[in-house]
C-alpha cells in the first residue's frame, strides 16, 4: 500500500503561483509513474501532468508552458509548480501513483491516490 498526502493548496490571485506537493510512503517510490489529476465543480476528474521513473514528463494542453511537474525521489515527494494560474485553474488537485512504466492519462490506470488539496485562482 502507498499513502499519498498532497499539500500546498490555497487561494491565489489570477497570474500568481502555487506549488503543491504530494509526499508518499511505501517502497519502490523511485520507480512509480507519479502524476497530478484536477476536478473543478460540477466536471469529471482530469488529467494534467505526469512523471515517471526516468524524469520523462507529458502535460494536458491547458496548463503546458504554465505547469512544471517534478520529483524528488530522496524525499519521497512529487511538485506541480503552477504559474501564471487562471481562474479555470480552481479545483480540487489529486495526486496519483502508478506502477505502470509509461506516461498514462487515464486515470484508471493509477493504483493510489491521495485525498485532495483545494487550488482556487480569483479573478
Known amino acids: 500500500q502507498v499513502r499519498l498526502v498532497e499539500s500546498g493548496g490555497g487561494l491565489v490571485q489570477a497570474g500568481g503561483s502555487l506549488r503543491l506537493s504530494c509526499a508518499a510512503s511505501?517502497?519502490?517510490?523511485?520507480?512509480?509513474?507519479l502524476a497530478w489529476f484536477r476536478q473543478a465543480p460540477g466536471k469529471e476528474r482530469e488529467f494534467v501532468a505526469v512523471?515517471?521513473?526516468?524524469?520523462?514528463?507529458r502535460y494536458t494542453d491547458s496548463v503546458k508552458g504554465r505547469f512544471t511537474i517534478s520529483r524528488d525521489n530522496a524525499k519521497n515527494t512529487v511538485y506541480l509548480q503552477m504559474n501564471s494560474l487562471k481562474p479555470e485553474d480552481t479545483a480540487i488537485y489529486y495526486c496519483?501513483?502508478?506502477?505502470?512504466?509509461?506516461?498514462?492519462?487515464?486515470?484508471?490506470?493509477?493504483?493510489?491516490w491521495g485525498q485532495g488539496t483545494q487550488v482556487t485562482v480569483s479573478s
Open positions: 496519483t501513483a502508478s506502477s505502470r512504466t509509461y506516461l498514462p492519462r487515464n486515470q484508471d490506470e493509477y493504483d493510489y
Open positions: 511505501g517502497r519502490a517510490f523511485s520507480t512509480y509513474t
Open positions: 512523471i515517471n521513473w526516468t524524469t520523462s514528463t
